[in-house]
């Protein structure tokens, strides 16, 4: 009559805190990735090799081109690894039972390749002034893995009958998270003059995905004993994990242009400060510095525009310049007080606090444009460029 031992209590243990059955999951939970190493019962990362069976394969390939180290239209999205898991054969010895020999067996071992994530980048491309950059995430997948089924052969011979144990394969599905991404946006800024609306590139976001982690429960057959006192020691197979993996989610933040009324001044907005040029024909008539009547909607919009957009304390510049026609020193001390005249007039009519108000002339020292052609004839067009008020702050 066969007999059969007990199992150690320190195995009893084992098979408690493995649970058969427990996989991990290959749903949408947030789960955290079982740490690396070897615990009782279970067998976790190591350097991959060849021995045994492969369970899964290795990770998706690195998208087209190499794997970007900067990314100079965007940020970079961090690689993301986890390292291979291997578990070794496991070799059942021969054995002899009553005369009968039971051949040696060998149960397969598991290597799962480490899995590589690689680099990416967001990009927000450039764009022309007045627009905001199309803005885009890649795509990006985690392949699925499989830890495959495992079995340790029964014996019914010689007086002994132990039934084969079997932990069934696990599998946790590949995860995917599609590419995002938004056009480019611009402002329109109306023929006629009036008010360009301000437009929003809106965030986006690639979601977080999670591969769950995977785990086969340890099986254990028992060590057992015939009337002969002939014995089959015990038989373990360990559990074998593999790791959660988490990509995390990737925002491209929104952004906004302004919004701002259009009229005879050019506006040159950069990231904190804007300014308005207005031309001197608008605001004065011939080598005057007596602000015109009709000038007073485009100087009312420009204090409008200043009034909201300057920063709290930030100090407004209002500075005349003139264009190369006539001797400096006429021009120099009429593009000073052409400057300290809309000073006067915005401070009066247009409800600027004077003592932030500062007014400098420049003459003819600062064109924006030649005073005459290549040829040395006049450039009435780049003169009238010249002439000018600029007005700005900081914002």
């Given at each position: 009559?066969?007999?059969?031992?007990?199992?150690?209590?320190?195995?009893?243990?084992?098979?408690?805190?493995?649970?058969?059955?427990?996989?991990?999951?290959?749903?949408?939970?947030?789960?955290?990735?079982?740490?690396?190493?070897?615990?009782?019962?279970?067998?976790?990362?190591?350097?991959?090799?060849?021995?045994?069976?492969?369970?899964?394969?290795?990770?998706?390939?690195?998208?087209?081109?190499?794997?970007?180290?900067?990314?100079?239209?965007?940020?970079?999205?961090?690689?993301?690894?986890?390292?291979?898991?291997?578990?070794?054969?496991?070799?059942?010895?021969?054995?002899?039972?009553?005369?009968?020999?039971?051949?040696?067996?060998?149960?397969?071992?598991?290597?799962?390749?480490?899995?590589?994530?690689?680099?990416?980048?967001?990009?927000?491309?450039?764009?022309?002034?007045?627009?905001?950059?199309?803005?885009?995430?890649?795509?990006?997948s985690i392949p699925a893995v499989e830890i495959p089924p495992v079995e340790i052969p029964g014996v019914n011979t010689g007086g002994i009958k132990l039934d084969p144990v079997r932990a069934e394969g696990r599998r946790a599905e590949g995860k995917h998270a599609e590419g995002v991404s938004t056009p480019e946006v611009c402002q329109v800024k109306p023929k006629n003059g009036g008010i360009v609306p301000f437009v929003i590139r809106p965030f986006i976001i690639r979601p977080f995905i999670i591969r769950s982690f995977v785990l086969r429960s340890s099986i254990i057959r028992p060590s057992a004993c015939n009337e002969q006192n002939e014995c089959l020691p015990a038989v373990e197979v360990p559990a074998v994990e593999v790791p959660g993996v988490e990509v995390p989610?990737?925002?491209?933040?929104?952004?906004?242009?302004?919004?701002?009324?259009?009229?005879?001044?050019?506006?040159?907005?950069?990231?904190?400060?804007?300014?308005?040029?207005?031309?001197?024909?608008?605001?004065?008539?011939?080598?005057?510095?007596?602000?015109?009547?009709?000038?007073?909607?485009?100087?009312?919009?420009?204090?409008?525009?200043?009034?909201?957009?300057?920063?709290?304390?930030?100090?407004?510049?209002?500075?005349?310049?003139?264009?190369?026609?006539?001797?400096?020193?006429?021009?120099?001390?009429?593009?000073?007080?052409?400057?300290?005249?809309?000073?006067?007039?915005?401070?009066?009519?247009?409800?600027?606090?004077?003592?932030?108000?500062?007014?400098?002339?420049?003459?003819?020292?600062?064109?924006?444009?030649?005073?005459?052609?290549?040829?040395?004839?006049?450039?009435?067009?780049?003169?009238?460029?010249?002439?000018?008020?600029?007005?700005?702050?900081?914002?």
């Amino acid at each position: 009559m066969s007999r059969t031992l007990l199992v150690t209590p320190l195995l009893a243990m084992v098979l408690a805190a493995c649970g058969v059955g427990a996989t991990g999951g290959g749903g949408e939970e947030r789960q955290t990735p079982a740490a690396t190493g070897t615990a009782a019962g279970r067998t976790t990362a190591s350097p991959a090799r060849t021995a045994g069976t492969t369970g899964s394969p290795a990770a998706s390939a690195s998208p087209t081109g190499p794997e970007p180290s900067h990314c100079p239209n965007g940020e970079l999205i961090p690689a993301v690894d986890s390292p291979a898991v291997h578990a070794d054969p496991v070799v059942i010895p021969e054995a002899k039972l009553g005369g009968t020999t039971i051949p040696a067996a060998t149960i397969p071992g598991v290597d799962i390749p480490a899995l590589h994530i690689p680099a990416q980048c967001t990009e927000i491309a450039p764009a022309p002034g007045g627009c905001l950059g199309a803005a885009s995430i890649p795509p990006v997948s985690i392949p699925a893995v499989e830890i495959p089924p495992v079995e340790i052969p029964g014996v019914n011979t010689g007086g002994i009958k132990l039934d084969p144990v079997r932990a069934e394969g696990r599998r946790a599905e590949g995860k995917h998270a599609e590419g995002v991404s938004t056009p480019e946006v611009c402002q329109v800024k109306p023929k006629n003059g009036g008010i360009v609306p301000f437009v929003i590139r809106p965030f986006i976001i690639r979601p977080f995905i999670i591969r769950s982690f995977v785990l086969r429960s340890s099986i254990i057959r028992p060590s057992a004993c015939n009337e002969q006192n002939e014995c089959l020691p015990a038989v373990e197979v360990p559990a074998v994990e593999v790791p959660g993996v988490e990509v995390p989610g990737v925002e491209i933040p929104g952004a906004e242009l302004k919004g701002y009324e259009v009229g005879e001044s050019e506006v040159l907005e950069g990231e904190d400060s804007i300014a308005f040029s207005i031309r001197a024909d608008v605001l004065f008539d011939f080598d005057s510095a007596t602000v015109k009547p009709e000038a007073a909607a485009e100087l009312r919009r420009v204090a409008r525009e200043i009034g909201r957009k300057a920063g709290p304390d930030a100090r407004i510049d209002v500075d005349g310049h003139t264009d190369g026609k006539g001797e400096d020193a006429h021009n120099q001390p009429l593009s000073e007080r052409r400057a300290r005249a809309v000073v006067e007039w915005l401070a009066d009519e247009g409800g600027l606090d004077r003592s932030r108000l500062k007014a400098r002339g420049y003459g003819e020292s600062k064109p924006i444009a030649p005073n005459t052609k290549a040829d040395g004839s006049d450039n009435p067009a780049g003169r009238a460029k010249n002439r000018r008020v600029v007005v700005s702050t900081a914002t």
